[in-house]
């Protein structure tokens, strides 16, 4: 085919049409033909400069054609996977003042030239091995541009409902898809979740086994609270032990240990049996806490812990406090009127471990008396607010039943927390008899 020039997009249109009818051209590959021509003819065409086509046949390989735009491999056109000729059109552009481009047309083009651009489509032979004959144009020019238009929007229909049924089938396979990742999601959190029950039951149990129950002690009352910082992870360094002497005096000791897990659990606990098997030696209260220290630092050099030590008399209401490093005890009385019992000492692991002197003390029937670790009274500003709040929450909850106390101290305590933490806190009421007019506390050795 010789150039033939072009003046105006109508006869270029349909110039290109017969060519692609003539050659047999799947209606959608000359549908984009067309439009790919015409996007690239018709800024050229409104500014008066003339266009001009041509074509002619290329012969390739048999199984390696490439397809328009120079791809190899199957035949976009067709669908078939190797060609044995090209069609080449080429679109010429005599006058053009600037470099062309060819980039996002509907018909991908090789890349283009100074003053051309070009499509190379494969075509098939015919069964006698000459190559497509020209077709008849069926009864005019108009009217032929007429079908093939009409073919041209039958063919891009069509490719229209297949991609629409497509995404309909994609849609419909990513909708199952979703639903059964979700199914398993959802199994997978339930598995979670069921472990991670089981899990924090068998440290529960753990913990339930380590802590000793409430004792029964004619003139007393206790109850105690403990919540971790992690609810799957019940354990932790906040602990405490309670036992009666050989004299019947009820001996407390309540730990701190610095972490968190089952590390600070076994510190808590080496603690808590240190100064057990020291208190019933007969050690003196007062020794006890250096004692400790000189037991267990040795055997593990990076426990630190503070701890609070009581010896309460359930038939005198006479009681003795050693402290190491840890928050002092609440003495609320039966009147109302509440006092922290202040003692300075250092923890173990601490530099001079040890509670400095002895803190004597009698309460009185009806008194309440609460221990506590950091975890309760911690709070978005100071310890001083903590201590205050405390006061109040005990004061709020006193006349119920003890063994509700606690956790309802806690309870009204952790609506203010500066960050998640171990919570302990016991309370023992004296129920025994009364000591009006005995001096307040009072500190000795």
């Known amino acids: ?43 050229e065409l409104r500014a008066g400069r003339p266009v001009a086509l041509s074509a002619a046949h290329e012969a390739i390989p048999a199984r390696t054609g490439t397809g328009a735009g120079g791809d190899t491999g199957t035949d976009m056109a067709t ?11 080429t679109l010429h552009f005599p006058e053009v003042p600037g470099p062309l481009t060819a980039a996002d047309l509907p018909l991908p083009a090789a890349e283009p030239s ?42 891009a229909f069509a490719r229209t409902d297949g991609l629409v049924a497509e995404h309909r089938r994609l849609k419909h396979e990513l909708a199952e898809t979703n639903a059964g990742v979700l199914a398993l999601y959802v199994q997978l959190e339930e598995r979670d979740e069921q472990l991670r029950k089981a899990h924090g039951q068998i440290l529960q149990e753990l913990e339930d086994a380590l802590r000793p129950q409430p004792l029964t ?111 002092p005890a609440l003495l609320l009385q039966a009147d109302g009127a509440a006092r922290y019992l202040e003692l300075r000492g250092r ?23 609460i221990l506590y670790t950091d975890g309760l009274t911690e709070s978005r500003r100071d310890p001083t607010e903590g201590e205050l709040r405390l006061i109040e929450a005990a004061r709020r909850h006193a006349a119920k039943p003890v063994t509700e106390i606690p956790a309802a101290i806690a ?17 023992i009421r004296f129920t025994g008899p009364s000591h009006a007019g005995v001096p307040a506390a009072r500190a000795g050795t």
């Open 347 to 369: 923890g173990i692991g601490y530099p001079l471990p040890g509670s400095e002197e002895i803190l004597h003390t009698d309460i009185d029937a009806g008194d309440l008396l």
């Open 79 to 89: 669908g078939a996977e190797a060609h044995s000729h090209l069609l080449a059109v």
């Open 1 to 43: 085919m010789t150039d033939s020039l072009y003046r105006t997009l109508p006869p270029l249109r349909r110039a290109v049409r017969r060519l692609a009818r003539q050659h047999r051209l799947p209606a959608d590959v000359r549908a984009r033909l067309v439009l790919s021509v015409t996007d690239l003819a018709d800024g």
């Open 217 to 327: 002690i004619e003139g007393l009352e206790l109850a105690v609270h403990y919540a971790p910082a992690d609810p799957n992870a019940p354990t932790g360094g906040d602990h405490y032990d309670w036992f009666q002497l050989p004299d019947g005096t009820l001996h407390i000791t309540v730990v701190d240990a610095l972490g968190h897990g089952v590390r600070s659990t076994r510190s808590a606990l080496n603690v808590t049996h240190a100064v057990r098997t020291l208190a019933l030696e007969g050690h003196p209260l007062k020794s006890i806490l250096a004692r400790t220290h000189e037991i267990l630092m040795p055997l593990d050099p990076e426990l630190m812990a503070t701890v609070l030590l009581a010896r309460l008399d359930p038939a005198t209401g006479e009681l003795r406090l050693a402290n190491g490093s840890h928050p």
């Open 114 to 155: 100074r003053d051309s651009v070009t499509w190379r489509i494969p075509v098939s032979e015919r069964e006698d091995g000459t190559l497509p004959a020209g077709l008849p144009d069926g009864g005019g020019g108009h009217w032929t541009e007429m079908r093939a238009v009409e073919e041209e929007l039958r063919a």
């Open 411 to 427: 309870a009204d305590m952790h609506t203010v927390v500066l960050h998640p933490d171990d919570t302990l806190a016991l309370a």
